[in-house]
């Protein structure tokens, strides 16, 4: 179990008047964080039924390649543009595949 990848659920809400400039924080993100060593799987989704929820759905080869992600420069900017888009702090959650 030892090489186990870690997954990555992590949800944003948008304040109702800062939805598309969160979305556009949030896309600026996904390339340089897709060429992160580590890296597996880096995606963006957006609620159907609510526009203001942004969803980061998330696969690392290591627990390393994510701590390197979460101090990324890239991330550190985006992470420091969220104060007065957001409604609440950034929920960020990680798993592990049972099955």
Do not use: C
Not at 23 to 44: D, F, M, N
Not at 63 to 77: F, G, I, R, T, V
Request: aromatic share 6%; no cysteine; charged share 25%.
């Amino acid at each position: 179990m030892t090489n186990q990848t870690i997954r990555v659920v992590a949800r944003l809400i948008a304040l109702p008047e800062k939805v598309e400039e969160l979305k556009a924080v949030l896309i600026e993100l996904i390339e340089p964080t897709r060429q992160e060593v580590g890296a597996i799987k880096y995606e963006l989704l957006q609620n159907q039924s609510d526009p203001t929820d942004f969803t980061f759905v998330e696969e690392w080869t290591s627990n390393e390649a994510l701590h390197a992600h979460l101090d990324s420069p890239h991330l550190q900017a985006g992470a420091a543009k969220l104060e007065g888009l957001v409604a609440a702090a950034p929920d960020i959650r990680r798993y592990h595949l049972l099955a």
